[in-house]
């Protein structure tokens, strides 16, 4: 009675509205943190409420039957969403529905809202590179690439199966058909590695509010650029008078006061790149986030290095937050006197909305 | 039949007969049983589909093949077995089951299907359901072929977000006279003409120009207000008395000057318009809000099909909830009697202890139906084969005589198989779960602090637990929603009622729920409730959520 795969085409039908609901929802995802930290390898986790089928139903229950022991005022277990927010609870063993999705779907749907193009890779880390690997095992081939021990093999269990092995003369003679030769297939594998710098200034302007920002646009741009190179490396500098390059984990949690020196953190990106990513062997994408308060005297050394960073990396993206006090001049100067205007790209984010705006300056570009 | 052979193998089959003859010796009585072996991917498709072969298109199926999916992937979850209340009755088996699983999820299966053929609440269910499903399915598919994907199933998704809104006791209790069969009866003529009645134009109008819109249903309101009532017999039931205003006592002579004759006449009018808003429309608040829907909603005709459709399956359905403990506690009971005393061999013991104490064990946080079920029925047993119930059992204080009572009755066997005929979920523990079984069992209430992230026991008294128990069960654990009026404040607008018993409903939902219910209904919902202790009406106009307090 049991007839199969009519699932698909329901499957089908849910994906395509969980896409949607997605592509709706990605000015939302894109301004705030919900899916940050949802993400694994391979797999972005959803959550999306909106998908479940609205009913007439209890709201959270406080109260319920259990069994086993212990006396009145014991403790039975925690409960895992009284530490976060307290509304958005729901009752226990009652989930918010979820629905996980590749990351490069994801970078395809944001690539989809923000209209952006794809990246062309650039000078000679297009090309890809051919690479010969040895994967398998033929029956013909040149005589350098005989295989002796599968050759020696196939002759012995040739001799046992027609009954010509001795085993008290142990001797193994192949013959032409026993031959086996290493087979190979040639793969092309593009070199277009990636390597992208966030600089984050963490002087005492920048607020809590500003680093969800960066943290955010980061996210994003992880994703992004994730799906349009295969191998992606990050790196992390924070700056405020000093630079110095960090994990992640300090980048985002590092809070230090004192003023702002952009040049410095310029400095440490660029030696990060002559040391170890070469423009030959990478596609660099520096990004650099700060609420614009650059120490004067320092707008010049930090326009100079600038120019000497410029041509080793595929764009420069410039984000300015905005901060709790001061002019944030530099995003001024950067756009009067930036030495290669194609490659600066910059943007201001005021608050989380302007994300979006950010994200399609910085990636709007393809390259 | 080969090709259930291919799904079924020899072995299966040796078993089976095994497993059947032991069930009829224990007076199990049961429809035919088909059992087919799935893999994994085929069961979570089934399962998806919850248990039919044949069901319409929907996306929420794939969306719950893929949860299963990914449950079964993680190892969270397994489906060892899904049994169909159908005649013949469908069950499947999970290939990768052992063979003492597949022993024992037969005797379950079993039981299961006893239960469905004789439980009461299972009467009314279509024993051809599988054939009836498919034929929905056919019926929306033809509807979508029509009128497009996303039109029917945005449809669907309306009819499913008020599914749960129905009379949970509509198969034990006739609430009307007949389910109006015929329609020219005088009292269907009036209801047809009351405002707001989407189907008022009786059959022949029903299909696109029956969307009867506000404005037209009201004109024809203020027409019957006039003088045609009389002539129409629109109060044909109750209301044929005439209307005579009170007299004064008076002499002949008097009687124009005490009561004069144009006072009369207004008092009677006063008296008829008082009558005519006593009729309310429903006339009694109405609890299956989908069939109030049906005959009322403005609907196209092929809306109407769709939500009886969804509505049908609901009522199919409403019986596997209502008695979600009983028939797993039944089940439980007969396999691990029939496994234990029959089937099961000395190797096998280990497997099926450690199969049996997977299906009874559960956390601490939530009773376990199976667990419950059993531990029920195992009292139950106890207790009429030891004569303890009654009225000298009930008073006896003495622990040590309570404790050693046995009449030596041997009534149990018969009182379970009673009580699987004549109970529900709630009527059987609210008349077997006693204060000794809620001891024994260790049975507590937890709660929970607003700010406190930890639940903790607040009760280990026998009336908390039982009301907690009794509380979840009532209406399925659904708040209970009527209709009160389909022609709120005259102008065709429905209002539903939440009868509040301590729990506030869940907020977003209600206000997306209402705003599928409007689009239905097409004129303005509104929904009274209760949030946080004060009297609120929740509405929706089709253009915003709109929440006003009452008190």
């Not at chain 2, 169909?84 to 597949?102: G, H, T």
Request: charge should be negative; aromatic fraction near 10%.
């Amino acid at each position: 009675m049991y007839m199969s795969k009519r699932i698909d085409s329901d499957r089908a039908r849910f994906k395509k509205i969980v896409r949607g609901a997605v592509r709706s929802g990605i000015r939302k995802y894109l301004s705030r943190g919900e899916l940050i930290g949802r993400r694994g390898k391979d797999l972005v986790s959803i959550p999306l409420p909106e998908l479940e089928i609205p009913r007439f139903r209890f709201g959270r229950a406080n109260q319920g039957v259990g069994q086993g022991e212990g006396n009145p005022g014991d403790p039975v277990a925690i409960d895992p969403d009284a530490a976060g927010t307290g509304e958005a609870g729901s009752e226990p063993g009652e989930h918010i529905l979820e629905v996980e999705m590749t990351i490069e779907e994801l970078a395809e749907i944001m690539a989809e809202e923000l209209a952006l193009p794809n990246i062309e890779p650039r000078g000679k880390k297009n090309i890809a590179a051919e690479k010969d690997k040895y994967v398998g095992i033929a029956k013909t081939g040149p005589e350098s690439l005989r295989h002796f021990k599968r050759t020696f093999r196939q002759a012995l269990r040739r001799q046992i199966m027609s009954g010509t092995y001795d085993s008290k003369d142990p001797r193994v003679w192949p013959v032409k058909e026993d031959k086996r030769y290493r087979s190979w297939r040639t793969t092309f594998e593009p070199e277009s590695n990636a390597v992208i710098i966030y600089m984050m200034d963490v002087s005492g302007s920048m607020g809590d509010t500003q680093k969800e920002i960066v943290r955010l646009t980061s996210f994003w741009i992880d994703t992004w650029l994730t799906s349009q190179y295969k191998g992606v490396e990050r790196r992390f500098i924070i700056h405020d008078a000093a630079a110095r390059e960090v994990d992640s984990e300090t980048f985002f949690h590092t809070r230090e006061s004192g003023g702002t020196r952009i040049s410095s953190a310029y400095e440490v990106c660029l030696n990060l790149i002559r040391e170890k990513f070469s423009p030959e062997d990478y596609n660099i994408y520096p990004f650099h986030f700060t609420d614009g308060d650059n120490f004067h005297d320092d707008d010049e050394k930090a326009l100079k290095l600038l120019e000497e960073l410029l041509p080793t990396a595929n764009i420069f993206c410039y984000g300015q937050v905005d901060g709790a006090y001061g002019s944030g001049h530099f995003l001024k100067l950067l756009q009067e006197k930036a030495p290669d205007e194609e490659k600066v790209l910059s943007a201001e984010i005021k608050d989380k909305d302007g994300i979006y705006d950010a994200l399609k300056a910085f990636l709007g570009t393809g390259r | 039949m080969s090709h259930a052979a291919l799904k079924f193998p020899t072995e299966l089959k040796e078993i089976k007969y095994e497993v059947e003859d032991h069930a009829r010796a224990f007076g199990l009585d049961f429809f035919q049983i088909i059992f087919e072996v799935l893999d994994y991917r085929e069961i979570n498709e089934v399962a998806a589909y919850s248990g039919f072969p044949y069901r319409y298109p929907h996306w929420r199926f794939g969306m719950e093949y893929d949860r299963l999916s990914k449950g079964h992937a993680y190892g969270l979850s397994k489906i060892y077995e899904m049994v169909i209340n159908n005649d013949p009755c469908y069950a499947y088996l999970l290939k990768c089951n052992n063979l003492v699983d597949q022993k024992l999820v037969m005797a379950h299966v079993y039981a299961h299907c006893d239960f469905f053929k004789n439980n009461l609440y299972f009467a009314h269910t279509n024993r051809k359901m599988v054939d009836e499903m498919a034929n929905h399915a056919t019926r929306i598919q033809r509807y979508v072929d029509r009128y497009g994907t996303d039109k029917v199933e945005a449809f669907i998704d309306c009819c499913l977000s008020l599914e749960n809104l129905i009379d949970c006791h509509w198969p034990c209790i006739r609430r009307r006279e007949k389910e109006k069969p015929e329609r020219n009866g005088p009292f269907n003529s009036a209801q047809a003409s009351m405002p707001g009645n989407g189907s008022c134009s009786c059959e022949k109008g029903h299909d696109e120009s029956s969307a009867c819109s506000g404005s037209e249903c009201r004109s024809r309101c203020s027409g019957c207000q006039g003088e045609e009532i009389e002539e129409g017999g629109f109060f044909s039931d109750d209301d044929d008395e005439p209307i005579s205003p009170r007299r004064l006592r008076s002499k002949g002579y008097m009687e124009g000057y005490i009561n004069p004759p144009e006072f009369l006449e207004a008092r009677a009018k006063e008296m008829k318009t008082k009558r005519h808003e006593k009729k309310r429309f429903p006339e009694n608040p109405e609890v299956d809000v989908l069939l109030f829907l049906i005959e009322h909603a403005p609907l196209k005709n092929w809306q109407r099909d769709v939500l009886s459709i969804i509505r049908e399956e609901t009522y199919y359905y409403l019986p596997q909830g209502q008695t979600k403990i009983m028939n797993e506690g039944w089940a439980t009971y007969w396999h691990s009697r029939i496994m234990t005393e029959k089937v099961l061999k000395d190797g096998e013991v280990v497997d099926y202890a450690d199969h049996h104490s997977g299906t009874v064990g559960g956390s601490k946080l939530q009773l376990n139906p199976y667990k419950l079920g059993l531990e029920l029925f195992r009292d139950i047993e106890e207790r009429w084969n030891k004569g303890r119930f009654g009225k000298e059992y009930e008073e006896c204080e003495d622990l040590v005589t309570r404790d050693s009572w046995d009449l030596g009755l041997g009534l149990g066997r018969d009182k379970i198989f009673e009580v699987r005929r004549v109970y529900n979920d709630l009527t059987f523990i609210d008349t077997f779960l006693t204060e000794d079984f809620c001891r024994r069992q260790k049975l507590f209430v937890y709660g929970k602090e607003e700010k406190d992230p930890a639940w903790v026991i607040k009760s280990r008294e026998f009336r908390d637990v039982k009301e907690m128990i009794l509380g979840r069960l009532t209406n399925l654990g659904n708040p209970l929603i009527r209709v009160l009026d389909g022609n709120f404040e005259n102008r065709g607008e429905l209002l539903m009622a939440h009868h509040h018993e301590g729990r506030d409903l869940k907020w977003i939902f209600a206000d997306e729920t209402l705003v599928n219910l409007q689009r239905l209904w097409k004129r303005p919902v509104h929904l009274e409730t209760k949030r946080e202790g004060k009297r609120v009406r929740l509405s929706f106009d089709g253009k915003e959520n709109e929440i006003k307090e009452l008190d």
